[in-house]
C-alpha cells in the first residue's frame, strides 16, 4: 500500500534539493529524514539526489519527477481540504425533492423564485410522496424530502422543523357550515371528504369524534388535501386539511376552527446524512427553510 505521506517528502525535497533543508521545514529529526530518503529511493528505484561536491543535485528521475509531483501534492491538497464556501452561482445540478402536491403548489414559487435568485444552473425535480417510507433518501434517488415526521421514522434519517400547522375545516360558501357557531355535533352530522394516501379510511379527527360519542359520515375517501379542498368547493362535503393548504384558496370557500381537541403538527424536511455536509445541499435547506418562515398563513380563524 503506497505511503501517500512520501509524496509531501518528496515535494519538498525537489523543491529544496537540499536533505538538510527539507528536515527543517517538514520539522523532522535528522534520522527521520533519513529513514524518509531511504524510503523514497526504495519506493521510486532512483537516489533522486546525488553528491556532487559539496552539494546535492537532482538525477533525471527527480527532474522528471519535480512538476508531476508538486501537481499531485496540491490536488491532494485541494481534496481534503475542507471547504468552507461554495458560489452556488456557478453550481449546475439538480436536486430531487418528493413532497406532496399542495406542498409545491403552495411553496413551490416562492421556493424556484429564492433559488433562481442565487443559483439559475440549479434546477428542482419534484416528484410526489405517497407514503412515508424513507427508502429513497436511504438510496439517494431523493436528496430532500418534506412532511410530518413519523416517530417510527429511521433514525438514520435527518429531519428539521419547517413550521407548524393545524387541521382546519373548509366548505363551499354558502354551505349551513359557513353560518352560526359549528358545535361538534353539527360538524359530525354533515357529509365528509377524507384524505388518505395510504388507503385508510379513518384518523384523528374520527378519533376524537368518537370520545366525544359522535361519528362522522365519510362520504367520499381521496389521494390530496387539494382534491379534498376542490370538492368542498363544488359540492356540500366537509374537508378537514391543512391550515397552510387553504392559503391560496380562499376563493369560494370558507375556513373554520375545527370544534374537536386535535394537536397542531409539525411539518419537517427531511435529508439523508451522506449530505449533511454537502454545502450545495446545506444551501437548499436553507432556501427552503427561509420560503417556510416567510410564509406564513394569514388566519381569520382563533
Given at each position: 500500500m503506497p505511503d501517500f505521506n512520501l509524496l509531501v517528502t518528496l515535494d519538498v525535497l525537489l523543491a529544496e534539493g537540499s536533505v538538510a533543508a527539507t528536515a527543517r521545514r517538514l520539522r523532522l529529526s535528522p534520522s527521520a529524514m533519513s529513514r524518509a530518503l531511504a524510503r523514497l529511493r526504495e519506493t521510486t528505484g532512483d537516489p533522486l539526489l546525488v553528491r556532487a561536491g559539496r552539494g546535492l543535485v537532482p538525477t533525471p528521475r527527480a527532474v522528471e519527477l519535480r512538476e508531476q509531483v508538486s501537481r499531485l501534492v496540491q490536488d491532494v491538497n485541494a481534496v481534503l481540504r475542507p471547504v468552507?464556501?461554495?458560489?452556488?452561482?456557478?453550481?449546475?445540478?439538480?436536486f430531487t425533492l418528493r413532497t406532496s402536491e399542495e406542498f409545491v403548489e403552495n411553496f413551490g414559487p416562492a421556493l424556484l423564485a429564492r433559488i433562481a435568485q442565487?443559483?439559475?444552473?440549479?434546477?428542482?425535480?419534484?416528484?410526489?410522496?405517497?407514503?412515508?417510507?424513507?427508502?429513497?433518501?436511504?438510496?439517494?434517488?431523493?436528496?430532500?424530502e418534506t412532511g410530518v415526521v413519523d416517530p417510527t421514522a429511521s433514525p438514520e434519517v435527518l429531519?428539521?422543523?419547517?413550521?407548524?400547522?393545524r387541521?382546519?375545516?373548509?366548505v363551499r360558501s354558502g354551505h349551513p357550515l359557513s353560518q352560526g357557531k359549528i358545535s361538534a355535533e353539527?360538524?359530525?352530522?354533515?357529509?365528509h371528504v377524507y384524505v388518505s394516501r395510504r388507503g385508510q379510511?379513518?384518523?384523528?379527527?374520527?378519533?376524537?369524534?368518537?370520545?366525544?360519542?359522535l361519528t362522522r359520515q365519510i362520504s367520499t375517501v381521496v389521494a390530496g388535501f387539494a382534491t379534498a379542498i376542490a370538492l368542498a368547493r363544488d359540492t356540500d362535503l366537509i374537508a378537514s386539511v391543512p391550515e397552510r393548504y387553504t392559503a391560496h384558496r380562499?376563493?369560494?370557500?370558507?375556513?373554520?376552527?375545527?370544534p374537536l381537541e386535535l394537536p397542531d403538527f409539525s411539518v419537517a424536511m427531511l435529508w439523508h446524512p451522506r449530505l449533511d455536509a454537502d454545502l450545495a445541499h446545506r444551501w437548499l435547506r436553507?432556501?427552503?427553510?427561509?420560503?417556510?418562515?416567510?410564509?406564513?398563513?394569514?388566519?381569520?380563524?382563533?
Open positions: 468552507h464556501a461554495l458560489d452556488m452561482a456557478r453550481v449546475e445540478r439538480t442565487d443559483a439559475p444552473g440549479v434546477r428542482l425535480r419534484f416528484i410526489n410522496k405517497t407514503d412515508k417510507d424513507s427508502a429513497l433518501l436511504r438510496e439517494g434517488s431523493v436528496d430532500l429531519t428539521q422543523a419547517l413550521f407548524r400547522d387541521l382546519v375545516g373548509v353539527r360538524y359530525a352530522r354533515g357529509q379510511d379513518r384518523g384523528q379527527v374520527d378519533d376524537a369524534l368518537e370520545a366525544l360519542g380562499r376563493h369560494g370557500l370558507h375556513s373554520f376552527a375545527l436553507g432556501c427552503l427553510r427561509e420560503v417556510c418562515a416567510v410564509q406564513q398563513v394569514q388566519s381569520p380563524l382563533p
